[in-house]
């Protein structure tokens, strides 16, 4: 991941993530996200553990996994720690007042609902463009699905009211995830009910996971160009 610090975006995603970083303490077992602020988390992590900070962490995807390698950062898994103490990630979207989310554009979502769900406090970094009122009006919902019957599920997902765009990569083959698995996009304009809609994903056979993140959010770390906010879950 190339983190791009000229971009003042970019410099707001470092700031919600070095606030976060700072949650970690000596022996827990961090969830470690996914995407460029998660980027600059893991850096700053790597920073900390450079000067002596000792954790153990799960990343959410193979990008991850190795940023956090690459700074000595002790990587476990499930088997042995089933319980995250805490689980740092950004998002696509984060809805004010239920803290619901969309996440999934960096093709990770399945792994980070897994981590998130395993994870006594799941803490969100963002900067303040990611706030809306409702979620889907600027971001499709990302699915995680099968590749086998892949178009008999599209169709499904269209039946719930989806225009759905199967993901491609850079070079315009079908993107594929860390799990083996492709992403249809499925833009549903604003969604008046995420909680019905996220019922209505889980009941389409050939769904493996979605970017829906509802009830998840222990907190949210937003970075404006005020300062950083932080959003507690009621
Ligand atoms: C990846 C994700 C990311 O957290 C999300 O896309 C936000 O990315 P960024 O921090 O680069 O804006 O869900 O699957």
Redesign the pocket.
């Known amino acids: 991941m190339s983190i791009n610090t000229t971009d003042p975006r970019a410099e707001l995603?470092r700031k919600a993530a070095i606030e976060a970083a700072d949650m970690v303490k000596d022996g827990m077992v961090v969830g470690l996200?996914?995407?460029?602020?998660?980027a600059f988390m893991i850096e700053e992590l790597g920073r900390r553990w450079a000067e002596g900070l000792r954790f153990c962490a799960i990343p959410t995807s193979e990008r991850s996994a190795e940023q956090a390698r690459s700074h000595g950062i002790k990587l476990v898994t499930f088997a042995t720690h089933p319980q995250i103490d805490i689980d740092i990630?950004?998002?696509?979207e984060v809805e004010r007042g239920t803290l619901n989310l969309i996440?999934?554009?960096?093709?990770?979502?399945f792994r980070?609902k897994i981590v998130a769900a395993a994870s006594r406090r799941f803490v969100v970094v963002v900067d303040d463009s990611k706030l809306v009122d409702r979620l889907g009006a600027a971001v499709p919902v990302p699915v995680e699905v099968a590749n086998f019957g892949w178009t008999s599920t599209a169709r499904q997902l269209e039946a719930l009211g989806a225009k759905v765009v199967q993901r491609l990569d850079r070079s315009g083959n079908v993107f594929v995830t860390d799990g083996g698995n492709m992403i249809l996009d499925c833009h549903f304009g604003e969604i008046a009910d995420s909680p019905a809609l996220q019922r209505q994903l889980d009941g389409v056979v050939g769904v493996i996971e979605t970017?829906l993140f509802i009830g998840r959010t222990s907190e949210v770390i937003v970075a404006t160009a005020d300062g950083l906010q932080r959003l507690r879950a009621a």
Request: hydrophobic share 20%; no cysteine.
């Open positions: 995603k996200g996914s995407g460029s602020t998660s990630d950004g998002a696509d996440k999934g554009l960096g093709g990770a979502l980070e970017g």
